[in-house]
């Protein structure tokens, strides 16, 4: 056997740990597979087992033998997944069939999905030996169903693709100033979308048999505006509901009893439902203006000594935690919450940057590091995968201020050098902590449940790879490469279509046919240039305080064309790989690249362009007569310079293949 990467990387991801190819194949498109279990063996088993049937291609006709898959399991597991659990397995495709070892029911599991990538629609399995396991335990994806509401369908629909990626914690963030998801009967919330306690104790199980466990969120002690517009007894001021996104001023009262008793029948009642040992309270963006501004809380920080608003926080945080202690839970918090003072049984979620993995870990907490995986700020899949959990802090900065420099992400640049106050504190000591994994996170100011799967897919998969695979998988061209077969499967496994997705949206706003090659070449803008609007964006990198006013809130409709575009261009990524060709000389490529050329002339010389894209549509135009002087001679930096220059959004689109042609015209080095 010879390793594979001679012979082109199977369509996995997560890539496992090793995989050694034979020479070979089985054949699979035939009847249904016949499992047979020589150990232990469960529903849950089975159930993976007829999942991986069905995502076989179909026989072509006549009697075909079943698939041998021998199964050995060591031992059954407990009925929810908890962290650390043994997810090992070994896999070898044989030319008498298919062997599986795993010491638990959760390797087994993971077993079979690798056993789903490797069959491809050719109706053949590649012999090959599997020996795999995950680089961290806590692999995750926080979903915010607060902004906008998920239905269960669409929860579980991406809890079977996570699956399908081997990750395993979803973290549900239920709860924030827009609304309030979860159904507390000690606080009820009679005019919102609320999941049902059945909903959500189902949606649990649905999750344990496919190996993910269910981390709900409740803010607090900001991020409440819902829960005290509802119940103002619980805040320091009253305030009506809202729908606007950013930071607000309602905030828990930490000075009444009252407020503790009504967050631990509320604790309570979270926890009667979800059974992991671990739960979320937030911590993070405390509006200082409410608690600064309170005589209650003013007279109550003299009373108590406690020196200042952070130590307050702290002292919340605390009474909190020993409330979930009590309940046999592990809390959560933002890295906002981090401070001295704050127990040593919190876990830190870490987003503001590398220095606040480091101030966690040097204060000898367990970090979920998710800076860099944000996937609300529309960023490629290459910078996400970029990104390795326990770089150095020196590697992870430098690969930030790379960005700036990115010709993709020029346009936001200024703001995102604005997060650089972000590294003024500095970790004293020994790291002495753990970082458990990561979580990627989608916050839902402009996701819907009809866009969550353009908006998670086309990234997420790169953030379950890092958190899976050793760290030497680092390969971004044959992550891609792996990652567009991937998705071919993943209608099949997961009921994903990405693809369709699209171009329903695009047939919904009203897009015709013709326009359809132009909004393959768009993105959206980057970072938070489309949820802060100009003038919010203005007074951020110029250190004013933020007009309230943004252009969307939780109201706005999101049936833009710019709503259904892939934060990342496919098909530029397509044209990319062409004009890679064309420098090594592929005449072939060359006229790939001169007939899209002509394609995009024609299409730049269309009438009667959506109006919101005809910007884009003159910038096609340019990019055209740039390309063509350039293939036809032209001097390389001019037609690099004449790029740069064209490289600007047009309100909230881009035309991508701007800044590709840019990276690609770009002298090395």
Known sequence: ???????????????????????????????????????????????????????????????????????????????????????????????????????????????????????GDDGVLPLCRVDDGPRYPWRGLLLDVARHYMDVDALRRTIDGMAYCKLNVLHLHLTDDQAFRFPSASLPMPHEQQYSAQDLADLVTYAAERGIRLVPEVDMPGHVTALVAAHPHLGTQAVDPSARFGVHPACLDPTREAVYSAVGQLLGEVTEIFPDAYLHIGGDEVSPGAWRDSEAVAGYLEEQGVPDLAALQARFMNRVGNMMRDLGRIPLGWDEALHPDLAEQFVVQCWRGARQRDLALANGRQVVLSANYYLDLFYPADVHYGFDPEASLQELEAAEDALLEDARLSHVAQGMRWTQHWREAQAQGTLGGEVLGGEACLWSELVTQSLLDVRLWTRLPAVAERLWSPPEQSDTADFYERMDRWLVRLPEAAGIDIAASVRSHMADVGVADQWLALVDLLEPVKWYARLLGEDAMRARLSGREMPMARPYDANTPLNAIVDGLPPESFVVREVEAICRLVDQGDESALGQLRALIDSWRELAALDGCPRAIVGCQRQLGEVVLCLAAHLDGADRAETLARLRRLNEPQGEYMLALIPMLCRWLEPPG
């Open 1 to 119: 056997m010879g390793s594979d990467r001679t012979q082109g990387s199977p369509a996995l991801i997560p890539y496992p740990r090793q995989l050694i190819r034979g020479g070979g194949v089985l054949e699979v498109a035939c009847a249904p597979p016949a499992v047979s279990y020589s150990a232990a063996r469960s529903a849950r088993m089975e159930a993976a087992a007829a999942r991986f049937a069905g995502a076989l291609p179909a026989a072509s006709g006549g009697a075909s033998p079943s698939l041998p898959i021998r199964v050995h399991c060591a031992a059954l597991a407990q009925r929810y997944p908890s962290l650390g659990v043994v997810e090992n397995y070994r896999l070898n495709v044989h030319s008498q069939g298919v062997d599986i070892e795993a010491p638990s029911e959760w390797g087994v599991l993971h077993a079979f999905t690798t056993l789903t990538q490797l069959a």
